[in-house]
């Protein structure tokens, strides 16, 4: 599966940006989607991820209330919506898939990332 990222973005704090990640391919239903990101000198890390039907969803703690994680699988699409956003959350996010009930590092599938900047 090939994933494209968009979405990213300058925003204030407290500001809000959805982002998408477009999966080619017809089994998108079979991969759970995750987010992850990057900020500058710091590892990646895992932001939310969603199973293959939508029906679950984890989150970091970091995000969780903030952010909300949904696909639609008639659109091979999964979103990322991030409220309330802190300039701690500045990062390259990237988009995930994997076979498995878990996204990580690890993770086959990457799209090419989408760079968030939240100032304060």
């Known amino acids: 599966v090939q994933l494209q990222a968009s979405g990213g973005g300058l925003v204030q704090a407290g500001g809000s940006l959805r982002l998408s990640c477009a999966a080619s391919?017809?089994?998108?239903?079979?991969?759970?989607m995750g987010w992850l990101r990057q900020a500058p000198g710091k590892e990646r890390e895992f932001v939310a991820r969603i199973s293959r039907s939508g029906g679950s969803t984890y989150y970091a703690d970091s995000v969780k209330g903030r952010f909300t994680i949904s696909r639609d699988n008639a659109k091979n699409t999964v979103y990322l919506q991030m409220n309330s956003l802190k300039p701690e959350d500045t990062a390259v996010y990237y988009c995930?898939?994997?076979?498995?009930?878990?996204?990580?590092?690890?993770?086959?599938?990457w799209g090419q990332g989408t760079q968030v900047t939240v100032s304060s």
């Open positions: 391919g017809r089994t998108f239903s079979s991969y759970s």
């Open positions: 995930a898939a994997d076979r498995f009930d878990i996204v990580t590092n690890h993770s086959p599938y």
